[in-house]
């Protein structure tokens, strides 16, 4: 690799640091290997070499041993070729074996390589014993399985939020067509087009501000400050006041001071979504509990309502984007099917436990617990 294009990284002072690259596993490998064996046998070649030399040393002082039949050269030359051969062989078998270690997570590497560029849906299937190779296959399965849900969910949530958005925009459009295709259109008729137009965008801006607020609260927290849940749910439950009386909704709240430390806008529009969710997915005459207290030095929201029976397997299902029971669309005058999923959002940027129970007697508990 030439040096401009050797990695580099840049510091704080902006001077470009250069690191060397490393060598590959398996060259880390044989050196280990080669190591480990040299260190055994070089001292053993040593030893040998050391009494060679003491007998040279004594024949050479008039010792009346019998000559050898090797010279003393010949000895020298003979150990230094077994310590080349010996050296040489080490290191093509330490090679060996650190490419028949190695070859497994070779496999994996490619089959690895081919399913992030062609098929989330295929699997590594390592089969084997319980070792850390297997485990590490066990792991990428694992982590290709959320990747493939996280993109199916995103290609849904995609189709989902284009179609919510172009409902609107279709509507406006033909409210306005046929108001500019009749002759006769009296003042009234276009004022009462123009009405259900801007009711349309209005809907359209709710849709948007959704979204932007699911993506707010997805993206984490940029600040922090002292938030009291108690104010901040007043605030929104007289804001629904009006909404709650329509539908001949009784409210009961019991509220203790819980300050938090989170970001107000979030909070805000998470506790809104809670109680419009039990506002509009519930029974004429029905009822809404809202309660709010500290325990262990811990806030603990808790917002309750009647409504229609939910079954344990399709609660998950609600704090998705654009999802409701049933099989109709989520797009109504009250609501984007982006409420539950703006809690869930929410709730998990400020660290918080969320838990969400279905009611025996139909309706919804829903409970999150901050740190």
Known sequence: ???????????RAGRTRHHPRRPSLRAQLTT??????????????????????????????????????????????????????VVVLTVLIAWWLAGRFLRPLRAMTVTAQEISATNLNRRLGLRGPDDELTRLGRTLDDLFERLDSSFAAQRHF??????????????????????????????????????????????????IDALLTLAEGQKGLEHREVVDLTDVTKGVMLSRRAEATRRTITVEASLAPAPISG???????????????????????????????????????????????????????LFQPFQRLGTQRTHTVDGHGLGLAIVQAVAEAHGAQLTAHPRPGGGLDVTILFD
Do not use: K, W
Request: hydrophobic share 45%; net charge negative; with cysteine.
């Open 263 to 317: 970001d107000p806008d979030l909070i805000t529009s998470m506790i809104g979504n809670l109680v419009d969710n039990a506002l509009h997915h519930n029974v004429p005459g029905g009822h809404v509990t809202i309660a709010i207290e500290l325990t262990n030095g811990r806030a603990r929201l808790s917002v309750g309502n009647t409504g229609p029976a939910i079954r344990s397997q399709d609660l998950r299902r």
């Open 32 to 85: 280990l290997y080669a190591g480990l064996v040299l260190a055994v046998v070089v001292p053993m070649l040593l030893f040998a070499g050391f009494l060679f030399g003491r007998d040279r040393i004594r024949l050479r002082a008039g010792d009346t041993a019998p000559p050898p039949e090797t010279t003393p050269q010949q000895i020298d030359a003979a150990l230094t070729i077994i310590a080349i051969t």
């Open 158 to 207: 995609v189709a989902n939020a284009s179609h919510e958005l172009r409902t609107p925009l279709a509507g406006q459009r033909a409210v306005l067509q046929v108001a500019l295709a009749d002759p006769g259109a009296s003042e009234a008729s276009l004022r009462a087009a123009c009405e259900e137009a801007l009711d349309l965008g209005e809907r359209q801006q709710r849709l």
């Open 1 to 11: 690799m030439s040096p401009a294009l050797a990695p580099t990284v840049t510091g």
